[in-house]
């Protein structure tokens, strides 16, 4: 099946440092990534949408200055945090797809865990 | 807008144990529907999908069957194991939004033995 990989896995930075996530789709081309934020016992949350060489489209009440989202190729998108704060520890999960369309398959990866001290 | 109920958890079976988890939703199209499964510590795996009424997703002993009618997708298996002790998440995705996904808050099933 498809593979989509996260990089790193958990990650401990200081407040007022960026961080960055990568998202990568092993063994197909993703036209469109998705990235979520879950919160401890609650369902995923997404941030935005991601389309190869185009910018990122991102839900409503999601700041584009903090949660910068690069898709640069067909296997490789990244999310930089700006300025990270206590609040923003979460777990990051990406997702991708090789279509677009209802009846596409996302595929997820295995999460980012962010803890900003 | 589209949304997404499932049933609160958390769910705690024994061992061999028929689950049913209920999940109804709300979508303004035709959309396709979503079971993705998450393990504790890892991300979320699909675990079945149905995209037209009355299809029935099916995947390692687990089903699902899209009731347009109800507007329904329950997730059922007749024997559950320890090893499927996870969270569970029903989501759709309809025309109108492209693949984006809505999910609902998601559902843990505890299997003892």
């Known amino acids: 099946g498809a593979v989509v990989s996260q990089h790193p896995s958990w990650v401990i930075c200081k407040s007022g440092t960026s961080v960055k996530i990568e998202c990568r789709s092993l063994d197909f081309q993703a036209t469109t990534m998705f990235w979520y934020r879950q919160f401890p016992k609650q369902s995923l949350m997404l941030m935005a949408t991601s389309n190869e060489g185009s910018k990122a489209t991102y839900e409503q009440g999601v700041e584009k200055d903090k949660f910068l989202i690069n898709h640069a190729s067909l296997t490789l998108s990244t999310l930089t945090v700006t300025s990270a704060h206590p609040e923003d520890s979460s777990f990051y999960i990406c997702?991708?797809?090789?279509?677009?369309?209802?009846?596409?398959?996302?595929?997820f990866g295995p999460g980012t865990r962010l803890l900003v001290l | 807008g589209n949304s997404v109920t499932q049933m609160e958890g958390p769910v705690t079976l024994s061992e061999e144990a028929f689950l049913t988890i209920n999940c109804t939703y709300t979508a303004t199209g035709y959309p396709s529907l979503f079971w993705y499964v998450q393990y504790p510590g890892e991300g979320l795996q699909l675990l079945l999908k149905a995209t037209k009424a009355d299809d029935k997703g099916s995947n390692k002993g687990f089903e699902a069957t899209y009731r347009k009618e109800t507007t329904s997708f329950h997730l059922e298996k007749g024997s559950v194991q320890v090893s499927d002790s996870a969270v569970y998440f029903c989501a759709l995705s309809d025309q109108g939004g492209g693949n984006k996904l809505t999910f609902g808050t998601g559902t843990q099933l505890k299997v003892e033995l």
């Open positions: 997702s991708a797809s090789s279509a677009s369309g209802p009846q596409e398959t996302q595929y």
